[in-house]
C-alpha cells in the first residue's frame, strides 16, 4: 500500500518571520544608503551655491572682487547681503541661501501659515520675514570702515574665509546641533573661491584650519599661525555677520 506522497504548501511560521526580518534588514540598508546620497547631493549643491556666489562677483567686478562694507547694505545680516548681492548681480535664485536639508527651512516650507521660502531674493531687505531671515545657510564676514574690502590681498597668510556654514562654534571649531548639517560640519568659502568641507575646523593635528591672517607690519619671516575660528583667519579690521546677530 502507497503512503500519501503530498507535500506541504507555503510557508511555515518561523520561515515567514525569517523572510520578514530579512526585509526590513535591507529596507534598513537601502534608506540609510540613500540618506547619505540624498545628504551628499545636498553638500555638492551647497558648494555650487557658493562657487556660484563667489564666480558672480569675480564677473561682476572683472576679476577685483570687493565685499561691502556694513554701511552700503540695508542692514548688516546675512539678509542685508543677499539683497545686495541681488541688487549687484541681479541674481534673485533664492537657492543660493538656502540649504534644502535644514531644519530651519523645513519648517518654513511646512508651516502652511508661514511666510514659506521666498520665491526669489527681493532687492529690499525688508520684504523678507524675519523666519526666513534666520533660515538663511551663511555666516559672511564684511570689511569694517578702515578695512581693504578686497578679496584679492597677497596676505602672507594666504587666501582667507569669507563666507561659511551657519553655526560655527569659533575655537571649538564645531558646528552647532541647530546647524544646517545638524552639527555634522559645514562648507568655507574662501577668498580664492576655492570650497571645503569639514566635519570640523580643528584639523587632524588640532591646531585648525585656517591660518591666522597676517597684518602688515608682521615680520616677513614671522611663523604663521593656524586657528579653528575662521574669525581669527579674517584681515585686519574684518568682522563677520551671523544669524543671531
Known amino acids: ?9 507555503g510557508f511555515t511560521l518561523i520561515e515567514l518571520l525569517v523572510v520578514i526580518t530579512i526585509i526590513g534588514i535591507l529596507a534598513g540598508i537601502a534608506i540609510s544608503s540613500f540618506g547619505g546620497i540624498f545628504g551628499a547631493a545636498g553638500q555638492l549643491a551647497e558648494e555650487d551655491s557658493l562657487k556660484t556666489i563667489h564666480k558672480s562677483l569675480v564677473q561682476k567686478y572683472k576679476g577685483q572682487v570687493k565685499f561691502p562694507k556694513g554701511d552700503v547694505l540695508d542692514e548688516e545680516s546675512p ?3 543677499a539683497t545686495w548681492f541681488r541688487s549687484k548681480t541681479r541674481n534673485p535664485e533664492p537657492g543660493l541661501w538656502y540649504i534644502d536639508e535644514d531644519d530651519k527651512a523645513l519648517a518654513l516650507v511646512e508651516d502652511e501659515d508661514g511666510p514659506g521660502l521666498p520665491t526669489q531674493i527681493p532687492t529690499d531687505v525688508g520684504d523678507l520675514d524675519d523666519d526666513q531671515k534666520k533660515a538663511m545657510a551663511w555666516s559672511i564676514a564684511l570689511p569694517g570702515d578702515d578695512a581693504n574690502p578686497k578679496l584679492e590681498q597677497n596676505l602672507r597668510s594666504g587666501p582667507f574665509p569669507i563666507m561659511w556654514t551657519r553655526g560655527h562654534e569659533g575655537e571649538e571649531g564645531s558646528w552647532d546641533p541647530d546647524s544646517p548639517w545638524s552639527g555634522d560640519g559645514g562648507h568655507i568659502l574662501f577668498s580664492n573661491g576655492k570650497v571645503e568641507f569639514y566635519e570640523d575646523t580643528k584639523g587632524a593635528d588640532e591646531e585648525g584650519v585656517f591660518n591666522v591672517a597676517s597684518k602688515e607690519d608682521d615680520d616677513d619671516e614671522a611663523q604663521i599661525e ?3 575660528d575662521p574669525v581669527q583667519a579674517l584681515p585686519e579690521d ?3 555677520v551671523k544669524i543671531d546677530d
Open 1 to 9: 500500500m502507497k503512503k500519501s506522497q503530498d507535500r506541504k504548501k
Open 79 to 81: 539678509a542685508g547681503f
Open 238 to 240: 574684518w568682522k563677520v
Open 226 to 228: 593656524k586657528t579653528a
